[in-house]
């Protein structure tokens, strides 16, 4: 009782963080558009993608903070068709590709105003990744092999990798606030990057190979596809969704955070340092 009570205080704090980041999401279209007659048109077009994209990941890391789901376990809090794994796991994917969308407009308008090519070409790089990094995700969902999994967290890894150093790139081009977003986005990308080398993959590398030490039979991506539409498992047990308190709380909360600050960064037109003087 002590464990299934804890998990739903958890879930609980999860579906309060939903509702408290969509209210952000909305005072954040407020803030946007009370600066349109101050913001270039070019800089406002990119910012207006920006809020769009960031409005996509916060409702779908609300869907899949009140629904909350282990995909490759079937596992739901919430037993009814709209837990199932297929239909979070669209959602999961729909939202994350805005995310990393999101890291390549920072890029690309960092490689426009600093006229810097190597930049302008990584702002080309994490979309792909990451789609490729969604692709095996979904077949570790389907066949439920963490190999997959694996793979896509190391290829979110590199994504934020190339990232941040774009963001390097991009650095001694600008002080003041340009400098100082920076200088944060490197911190927390750094962070994100060890955190996924450190704990996430190795965590389902381990699985793997637990699973292949016990010569587990995996699902067919056809076999995959009608259980994750027909099957969950509802449980309230802690050990059931140990793994998920961590990551699921930071994920939708400061990721959450971080895109929603994205469409009020800094304008990347101005504070360079040519302009200096």
Same mark, same amino acid.
Request: glycine share 6%; net charge neutral; hydrophobic share 45%.
């Given at each position: 009782?002590?464990?299934?009570?804890?998990?739903?205080?958890?879930?609980?704090?999860?579906?309060?963080?939903?509702?408290?980041?969509?209210?952000?999401?909305?005072?954040?279209?407020?803030?946007?558009?009370?600066?349109?007659?101050?913001?270039?048109?070019?800089?406002?077009?990119?910012?207006?993608?920006?809020?769009?994209?960031?409005?996509?990941?916060?409702?779908?890391?609300?869907?899949?903070?009140?629904?909350?789901? %282990?995909?490759?376990?079937?596992?739901?809090?919430?037993?009814?068709?709209?837990?199932?794994? =297929? &239909?979070?796991?669209?959602?999961?994917?729909?939202?994350?590709?805005?995310?990393?969308?999101?890291?390549?407009?920072?890029?690309?308008?960092? %490689?426009?105003?600093?006229?810097?090519?190597?930049?302008?070409?990584? =702002?080309?790089?994490?979309?792909? &990744?990451?789609?490729?990094?969604?692709?095996?995700?979904?077949?570790?969902?389907?066949?439920?092999?963490?190999?997959?999994?694996?793979?896509?967290?190391?290829?979110?890894?590199? =994504?934020?990798?190339?990232?941040?150093? %774009?963001?390097?790139?991009?650095?001694?081009?600008?002080?003041?606030?340009?400098?100082?977003?920076?200088?944060?986005?490197?911190?927390?990308?750094?962070?994100?990057?060890?955190?996924?080398?450190?704990?996430?993959?190795?965590?389902?590398?381990?699985?793997?190979?637990?699973?292949?030490?016990?010569?587990?039979?995996?699902? !067919?991506?056809?076999?995959?596809? !009608?259980?994750?539409?027909?099957?969950?498992?509802?449980?309230?047990?802690?050990?059931?969704?140990?793994?998920?308190?961590?990551?699921?709380?930071?994920?939708?909360?400061?990721?959450?955070?971080?895109?929603?600050?994205?469409?009020?960064?800094?304008?990347?037109?101005?504070?360079?340092?040519?302009?200096?003087?």
């Amino acid at each position: 009782m002590n464990s299934s009570n804890a998990v739903m205080s958890w879930w609980w704090f999860l579906s309060f963080l939903a509702g408290f980041n969509v209210l952000v999401l909305l005072y954040s279209f407020y803030q946007l558009n009370q600066k349109k007659d101050h913001t270039p048109p070019k800089i406002w077009q990119i910012r207006t993608w920006q809020l769009i994209l960031s409005g996509i990941y916060t409702l779908g890391c609300g869907f899949r903070s009140i629904l909350p789901r %282990g995909d490759l376990r079937r596992i739901v809090l919430y037993d009814s068709w709209i837990s199932c794994v =297929a &239909i979070g796991r669209s959602v999961a994917t729909i939202a994350e590709l805005s995310f990393v969308a999101q890291w390549s407009l920072i890029l690309y308008e960092a %490689g426009k105003y600093t006229k810097n090519e190597t930049i302008r070409f990584l =702002a080309k790089l994490p979309l792909p &990744i990451v789609i490729i990094a969604e692709i095996s995700s979904w077949y570790a969902c389907l066949s439920t092999n963490y190999l997959g999994t694996a793979i896509e967290e190391s290829l979110w890894a590199v =994504a934020a990798a190339i990232t941040v150093y %774009g963001f390097y790139l991009a650095r001694p081009h600008y002080r003041g606030i340009q400098r100082t977003f920076f200088n944060f986005g490197m911190i927390s990308g750094i962070g994100y990057i060890l955190y996924m080398l450190c704990i996430d993959v190795p965590e389902y590398v381990f699985n793997w190979w637990e699973a292949e030490a016990l010569n587990k039979t995996y699902l !067919s991506i056809s076999e995959g596809f !009608s259980e994750v539409c027909q099957v969950w498992h509802l449980t309230h047990a802690y050990e059931d969704w140990r793994y998920e308190f961590v990551w699921m709380s930071l994920y939708f909360s400061v990721a959450v955070w971080m895109s929603l600050l994205i469409p009020h960064m800094p304008f990347l037109d101005r504070n360079k340092l040519e302009d200096k003087g």
